[in-house]
């Protein structure tokens, strides 16, 4: 008999994903502009889309200045191809909303271009 090392997470069903985040993450004296422009284009393809507050300081998990873009989970097939070709070099965490934000930053996302380290530490009352 094989015994389990550690108890598995519960499955979570896709069909229970409501929405998507996506953060983009900037600098902002030096790829603000280009977080703006892609912002303006999200807004003009994606008008379902829910555009979050400019976060020049270090808000939540994020190590660095971002916004985010709430999406429905129907968008995410049109909106994610879209994103990984039109981000402009800007770096993007993605990742479904189920209810664990620290699962949800963490084991559930994926991140376009280089991952940024985030502040877990934030999540330490969710656990």
């Given at each position: 008999m094989?015994?389990?090392?550690?108890?598995l997470p519960?499955?979570?069903?896709?069909?229970?994903i409501a929405?998507?985040?996506?953060?983009?993450?900037?600098?902002?004296?030096?790829t603000?502009?280009?977080a703006?422009?892609?912002?303006?284009?999200?807004?003009?393809?994606?008008p379902?889309?829910?555009?979050?507050?400019?976060h020049?300081?270090?808000?939540?998990?994020?190590?660095?200045?971002?916004?985010?873009?709430?999406?429905p989970?129907g968008?995410?097939?049109?909106f994610?191809?879209?994103?990984?070709?039109?981000?402009?070099?800007?770096?993007?965490?993605?990742?479904?909303?189920?209810?664990?934000?620290?699962?949800?930053h963490?084991?559930?996302?994926?991140?376009?271009?280089?991952?940024?380290k985030?502040?877990?530490?934030?999540?330490?009352n969710?656990?």
């Open positions: 094989f015994k389990r090392a550690a108890t519960p499955r979570i069903a896709p069909q229970a929405e998507y985040h996506a953060h983009v993450y900037y600098d902002p004296r030096k603000r502009g280009r703006a422009r892609l912002r303006e284009r999200v807004a003009a393809e994606f379902q889309a829910r555009l979050g507050r400019w020049d300081a270090l808000v939540g998990p994020h190590s660095r200045s971002m916004y985010q873009i709430a999406l989970a968008m995410l097939t049109s994610l191809p879209w994103l990984m070709l039109n981000r402009d070099g800007l770096t993007v965490l993605l990742h479904p909303e189920t209810g664990d934000d620290y699962r949800d963490t084991a559930h996302a994926a991140w376009l271009g280089p991952a940024l985030l502040r877990l530490q934030a999540f330490k969710a656990r």
